[in-house]
């Protein structure tokens, strides 16, 4: 059996006449950028997420970096980001010339820790980006509360949690600013780059819809500088024809991730994901601790297996970071985590008899 990481082509398969007839229709009108698409998908994706306004980007990156400099982030300021994660957390705040504070994260949900985040906080502290990885809601009502305190803005990196929910709220709605990526991987995937920002507040939301459009609102109506970050009109197209579909496909996330967490508990090599109680972790990726890990990836490669590592870094021990000099023992357990986090095949149209191959394999490497 061959299991690969990911599989589009089935939902293409799918969606193939949807998709067909929405994009000839973008073709026949030709309002490529700022077409009808793009306004009807920002009502569309506020609404299913109860949040009060959503403003499109190129990409995820971008959504950070708008949010960021909507909120005046700027030279000496300082912003707490998760020690594990994607550059994009902690890169969007040094291109706004100020400086990534890395927090740890915990070691069982995988998420920056409230209790690191307190150690971080400095008089220069202008706010935080909490990162829902893996699909796991991170801490968000603690940190939200942290933030009240300190005066801090929050902002919460969904890239990888589209419709992660803590309680009966959604990743994105708690901080000042959610953004979400729709790289063709996540949850909710483009046919080529693109991302959000959520807001509900309005002056906010207004303000990254400028800086995402050179500044304007209006053609030549440009009240500061900005940059060129726009969601093109197919990719809005394309989100549109998923985005019905997101809630099942999420459900099929979370049964499969329920099928290996059951299959994998027996092996005591391995730490199946934990989902944090009273949330909605939408499995994004499902991500193991693996012992000898990199001998299992290969292992599983050798029988068909595909399998990601996410990420083998942690982010202060990269070189892009060399210049903060921190040491891998400053950061123990994001720097433990990047040894042993495995991330394993799913996607919402993989075969439960899939999930079984994989796991019998993991647990006949470790009876080797
Ligand atoms: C994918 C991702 C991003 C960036 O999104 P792009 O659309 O690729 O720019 C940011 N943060 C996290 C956690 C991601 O996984």
């Known amino acids: 059996m061959r299991v690969p990481f990911v599989n589009f082509r089935i939902q ?27 306004a009807l998908f920002q009502n569309e994706f506020a609404k299913l997420l109860g949040a009060g306004a959503c403003v499109t980007t190129g990409n995820g990156t971008d959504a950070l970096l708008l949010s960021l400099k909507a909120l005046t982030v700027s030279t000496g300021d300082e912003v707490i980001t998760p020690a594990f994660s994607w550059i994009s ?27 690191q985040i307190i150690q971080k906080i400095s008089p220069r502290t202008k706010g935080i980006i909490a990162v829902h ?30 419709l992660t929910a ?20 996540k949850n909710l995937g483009a046919y080529g780059d693109a991302g959000c920002v959520v807001t509900s507040d309005r002056t906010l939301a207004e303000k990254i819809r400028r800086l995402a459009n050179h500044g304007a609102l209006l053609k030549d109506d440009h009240e500061l500088e900005g940059l060129n970050s726009r969601m093109d009109t197919i990719q809005a197209a394309v989100l549109l024809a998923k985005l019905p579909h997101l809630p099942t496909w999420t ?31 939408t499995f ?3 991500v193991i601790r693996a012992e000898r890990r990199n001998e299992l990836q290969a292992y599983l490669y050798s029988r068909g297996v595909e399998t990601i590592i996410h990420y083998p870094s942690a982010l202060p021990n990269l070189p892009a970071y060399g210049y903060l000099h921190h040491k891998p023992n400053d950061f123990p357990v994001s720097s433990m985590l990047a040894k042993q986090v495995l991330s394993l095949p799913l996607y919402p149209e993989m075969t439960e008899d899939q999930v079984t191959y994989v796991c019998e394999i993991i647990a006949s490497f470790y009876k080797k």
């Open 12 to 38: 293409y398969e799918y969606l193939r006449k949807d998709l067909e007839s929405r994009l000839s229709d973008v073709f026949e009108k030709m309002q490529f950028v700022r077409g009808p698409e793009v």
């Open 89 to 115: 957390s902690s890169e969007t705040v040094t291109a706004c010339n100020a400086v990534p504070v890395f927090a740890d994260v915990n070691p069982e949900t995988f998420t920056i820790d409230p209790d």
């Open 133 to 162: 990885l893996y699909g796991q809601a991170a801490r968000v009502r603690d940190i939200q509360a942290l933030c009240k305190q300190h005066n801090l803005f929050l902002i919460e990196d969904c890239a990888q949690s589209h």
């Open 166 to 185: 803590d309680g009966d709220q959604y990743a994105g709605t708690f901080g000042n600013a959610g953004c979400f990526s729709f790289y063709p991987t």
């Open 251 to 281: 459900r099929s996330r979370q049964r499969l991730a329920r099928l290996y967490s059951e299959l994998l508990a027996p092996i005591d090599k391995v730490i199946p994901p934990v989902v944090r109680p009273n949330t909605q972790h």
């Open 284 to 286: 994004h990726l499902y």
